[in-house]
């Protein structure tokens, strides 16, 4: 499968998830404070998508960074942290299409940079 079309499904993903109800996305950022626990939980779903993905991406044709656990876990976390602004702050919510592909390009700069 291209490499584009793997990261565009990731982002369509987070898209997804993120614009499921936005206003409660940005409550739980702003307003209810995390347990250690739940940062915890975070903190482990955040590794099981890493290692998933990095499973997927280690051995791609068409990644080439020098050090791809640590491409891949700046491009997860890029992708969480951009798609919950874009809806939980209401950024660029009218330029979905035109930010998505702009995260595509990025993304796909720091996978395949040598």
């Known amino acids: 499968m291209p490499l584009e079309e793997i990261v565009g499904s990731a982002i369509d993903a987070m898209i997804d998830l993120h614009s499921d109800e936005p206003e409660v996305h940005h409550r739980l950022a ?14 482990a779903l955040e ?9 997927l991406l280690r051995h791609h044709p068409e990644v080439r960074a020098p050090r791809v656990e640590l491409a891949v876990l700046l491009c997860v976390q890029t992708i969480d942290a951009l798609t919950h602004r874009w809806f939980a702050q209401g950024e660029l919510v009218n330029d979905i299409p035109v ?16």
Do not use: K
């Open 99 to 114: 930010a998505r592909q702009a995260l595509v390009r990025l993304v796909l700069g720091v996978l395949r940079t040598p």
């Open 30 to 43: 702003t307003e209810v404070p995390l347990s250690r626990y739940m940062r915890e939980r975070v903190r």
């Open 47 to 55: 590794a099981r998508v890493v290692g998933h993905v990095l499973l």
